[in-house]
């Protein structure tokens, strides 16, 4: 913990280890109301504080609703832990409860366990020295991060050669009329205007995207908030060729034209070469 909260010292955050529950949410409002105070913060805490452990979710769930709030749990094996305890011959927080400090890394483990469940991030420090576990941590939050975009990809797919993976949203739109029985556009793609516009000729088609453009115009900024960054919409028809294609291309382009804040949008075909379904 020390060695991330030292790192993070040298991006200039403003950092505190150990802070009083209470004194959480009231410390951060009276520094972000200084002038020219500091615009980044780190706080290490550990399982020591009870009421943290039990308070978590609603905590954060209030500082989320005021700052760009990221969450990251730092874990190792009980053994590299019992190790580093007895090289550096600091006593473990929770040692009284445990009476052993191998029983005492085993409780605070299972203290733990929701939090590191909810963090945005998890570092699993078993094999990582010290300066690497420093670098990864510069890594995450570096001052790249203060200009930071969210990545949205929109990915056409085929249910027929399978669910797309991972995917934030999903999507399905066989319900839309089908170029696959033109015989005229049955062997072309999306990607070509004509089959587009035989798609959009369907009324419900506009109707949808208007749907999804405005989910999304809501949704990304959400997120980009919470501090994720990479979003995967995901257009499912039959065989990934004919539908999907031609509306996660339109999905882009209408996105794009929101200019919706801090976000990259890309699309990409899964199956756009193989897809043959109906």
């Given at each position: 913990?020390?060695?991330?909260?030292?790192?993070?010292?040298?991006?200039?955050?403003y950092c505190m280890e150990?802070?009083?529950?209470?004194?959480?949410?009231?410390?951060?409002?009276?520094?972000?109301?200084?002038?020219?105070?500091?615009?980044?913060f780190a706080i290490g805490?550990?399982?020591?504080?009870?009421?943290?452990?039990?308070?978590?979710?609603?905590?954060?769930?209030?500082?989320?609703?005021?700052?760009?709030?990221?969450?990251?749990?730092?874990?190792?094996?009980?053994?590299?832990?019992?190790?580093?305890?007895?090289?550096?011959?600091?006593?473990?927080?929770?040692?009284?409860?445990?009476?052993?400090?191998?029983?005492?890394?085993?409780?605070?483990?299972?203290?733990?366990?929701?939090?590191?469940?909810?963090?945005?991030?998890?570092?699993?420090?078993?094999?990582?020295?010290?300066?690497?576990?420093?670098?990864?941590?510069?890594?995450?939050?570096?001052?790249?991060?203060?200009?930071?975009?969210?990545?949205?990809?929109?990915?056409?797919?085929?249910?027929?050669?399978?669910?797309?993976?991972?995917?934030?949203?999903?999507?399905?739109?066989?319900?839309?009329?089908?170029?696959?029985?033109?015989?005229?556009?049955?062997?072309?793609?999306?990607?070509?205007?004509?089959?587009?516009?035989?798609?959009?000729?369907?009324?419900?088609?506009?109707?949808?995207?208007?749907?999804?453009?405005?989910?999304?115009?809501?949704?990304?900024?959400?997120?980009?908030?919470?501090?994720?960054?990479?979003?995967?919409?995901?257009?499912?028809?039959?065989?990934?060729?004919?539908?999907?294609?031609?509306?996660?291309?339109?999905?882009?382009?209408?996105?794009?034209?929101?200019?919706?804040?801090?976000?990259?949008?890309?699309?990409?075909?899964?199956?756009?070469?193989?897809?043959?379904?109906?």
């Amino acid at each position: 913990k020390s060695t991330v909260i030292n790192a993070l010292e040298d991006l200039s955050f403003y950092c505190m280890e150990n802070l009083p529950f209470d004194l959480i949410e009231s410390a951060l409002d009276h520094l972000t109301r200084e002038k020219n105070g500091p615009q980044r913060f780190a706080i290490g805490i550990d399982a020591r504080d009870k009421r943290f452990v039990k308070e978590f979710k609603n905590l954060t769930e209030k500082l989320r609703k005021k700052f760009r709030l990221d969450v990251l749990f730092l874990s190792s094996s009980d053994e590299v832990l019992a190790e580093r305890f007895s090289t550096t011959r600091r006593k473990h927080p929770l040692l009284d409860v445990g009476g052993e400090l191998i029983a005492a890394i085993q409780h605070e483990i299972n203290l733990m366990q929701p939090i590191e469940l909810a963090a945005d991030a998890s570092f699993d420090t078993t094999l990582w020295s010290p300066h690497y576990l420093a670098r990864k941590a510069e890594e995450r939050y570096s001052g790249a991060d203060l200009h930071r975009k969210l990545q949205v990809t929109v990915v056409s797919f085929g249910f027929k050669h399978g669910m797309l993976k991972p995917a934030d949203t999903i999507f399905d739109v066989r319900f839309l009329r089908n170029p696959y029985f033109d015989p005229n556009l049955k062997h072309r793609t999306g990607l070509e205007p004509e089959v587009a516009a035989y798609v959009f000729e369907d009324p419900a088609t506009d109707i949808f995207m208007e749907k999804i453009v405005d989910l999304h115009s809501f949704l990304l900024p959400a997120y980009y908030l919470e501090g994720k960054h990479y979003f995967r919409i995901g257009i499912g028809c039959t065989g990934g060729k004919h539908r999907s294609v031609a509306l996660a291309e339109r999905l882009v382009k209408d996105l794009a034209a929101k200019k919706i804040p801090n976000v990259e949008l890309s699309v990409s075909h899964r199956d756009v070469m193989i897809g043959q379904g109906i």
